[in-house]
């Protein structure tokens, strides 16, 4: 079992900048990837992005690229993502998973609210 612990979301003006965390405990599983996905009202829960374990790779969704910096602390077993340049449309839950697996993300955080006002 891993337990996904989101923090850092709240209100933002558009242009503003916020810094998730996602802080991974429990059960000493092989954590693959560690991703940031978001859910908006009325929408689909859409990819953000993701970083691998193994080699520090990341991607990120065409619509974060420039403005979104996903990163990891391993002493702290922790995942960040800085979110610059905040727009009305990043608003969403953002929600924090891992792929412990190596094909899936299986575990899921409770997800923060980030609210980006015009």
């Known amino acids: 079992q891993v337990q996904l612990e989101e923090s850092g979301g709240g209100l933002v003006q558009a242009g503003g900048s916020l810094r998730l965390s996602c802080a991974a405990s429990?059960?000493?599983?092989?954590?693959?990837?560690t991703a940031w996905f978001r859910q908006a009202p009325g929408k689909e829960r859409e990819f953000v992005a993701g970083i691998k374990t193994y080699d520090g790779r990341t991607f990120y969704s065409d619509s974060v690229k420039g403005r979104f910096t996903i990163s990891r602390d391993n002493d702290k077993n922790t995942v960040y993502l800085q979110m610059n340049s905040l727009k009305p449309e990043d608003t969403a839950v953002y929600y924090c998973?891992?792929?412990?697996?190596?094909?899936?993300?299986?575990?899921w955080g409770q997800g923060t609210q980030v609210t980006v006002s015009s």
């Open positions: 998973t891992s792929d412990t697996t190596g094909g899936s993300y299986d575990y």
């Open positions: 429990g059960r000493a599983l092989r954590i693959f990837t």
